[in-house]
């Protein structure tokens, strides 16, 4: 099975012929275009040869002192459209040569990627191996486990207390008279009211029954809040645990040179971005330059326009 670097570097050599390919088939494709642009050029000489003997029966040498001229400042612009080919041709060949020297240089960065990740779980491998001999190490583990399940299962009961407290509690909420009266706090040291208010009150009591059922009501609510509370500190202490053997976890990989190594990795893995960022903007201008190219080829460019345009007019 080919690993992920073997791969990627199979498909850049792909990408590199396909692109070597691309760029014959072009060259192959402005000869033809030149080729037949020569023809055109030959055309209009013949049209022009046949335009002066006409001309000379008609008129003498004023228009084909003018076809002259044009004929002329066609061929300066296709001497120009040639150095201007052969300047876009070299440009395409340094970007192309660029572009693969850039691919070079990332199949090169991405080895050294791959080896300091190698490195990094290498070093992974030898710490954990320390630490399940380190006997602290391993004494710590099994205290914080089980705290964790201790802190668990003071969790589970504290949910399954404050579903209770919702079921049993419902039929205490839904009388308004007892609510009523323990929202007052009527009982405790809390409640404050008036003597109308307190003989009031005390008639109340004696329709709900408040006396009876507000112990049952309070411890109801009770409960679950010294569960939630006990929960909370058994997870706090399961917490600490984890901090504690985080901390060993940390030294030993410290010792072992386990940050180092990240940094170092961290380092290359920038450099391969940055260089996948060249190849980005490097694959941008060679692309222009194809485009100009193929401009060329079709005859679109500025220099050929400017010939017909000039033939054209005359």
């Known amino acids: ?14 990408l590199s012929s396909v692109r070597a390919e691309v760029n014959g088939i072009d060259r192959e494709l402005n000869q033809v275009s030149l080729a037949l642009h020569a023809n055109r050029h030959a055309q209009a000489q013949s049209l022009r040869a046949l335009a002066e003997i006409r001309l000379d029966e008609l008129t003498g040498k004023t228009f084909t002192g003018e076809l002259e001229a044009a004929d002329q400042r066609a061929l300066a612009l296709l001497e120009e459209r040639r150095q201007a080919w052969d300047t876009l041709e070299n440009d395409i060949t340094a970007a192309a040569q660029a572009l693969d020297e850039l691919q070079n240089e990332r199949v090169v960065q991405q080895a050294a990627v ?5 490195a990094i779980i290498d070093c992974e491998h030898r710490v954990q191996g320390e630490l399940e001999e380190d006997a602290g190490y391993q004494k710590q583990l099994e205290a914080a486990r089980q705290l964790d399940s201790i802190a668990a299962g003071a969790e589970q009961k504290a949910e399954l207390a404050e579903q209770d407290r919702q079921e049993k509690g419902r039929p205490y909420e839904e009388n308004e008279l007892f609510m009523y009266l323990w929202r007052r706090r009527y009982g405790t040291p809390d409640y404050d009211a008036g003597p109308l208010t307190r003989y009031l009150d005390r008639w109340v009591e004696g329709l709900c029954d408040y006396d009876e059922y507000r112990v049952n009501y309070w411890t109801l609510l009770e409960i679950p809040k010294r569960l939630l509370s006990h929960a909370q500190t058994a997870r706090s202490h399961s917490e600490s645990a984890l901090d504690e053997l985080a901390a060993l976890e940390t030294a030993k990989a410290q010792a072992a040179g386990l940050p180092a190594l990240q940094e170092s990795h961290a380092r290359a893995q920038a450099d391969l971005d940055a260089i996948d960022d060249r190849i980005e903007q490097q694959e941008a201008a060679h692309y222009a330059l194809l485009k100009q190219r193929t401009a060329f080829a079709e005859a679109r460019d500025t220099f050929m326009m400017q010939g017909l345009q000039a033939l054209s007019d005359a």
């Not at 099975?1 to 792909?14: E, I, Y």
């Not at 791959?114 to 190698?118: N, V």
């Open 1 to 14: 099975m080919l690993s992920g670097a073997k791969t990627l570097r199979q498909l850049d050599q792909g």
């Open 114 to 118: 791959s080896d300091r990740a190698r």
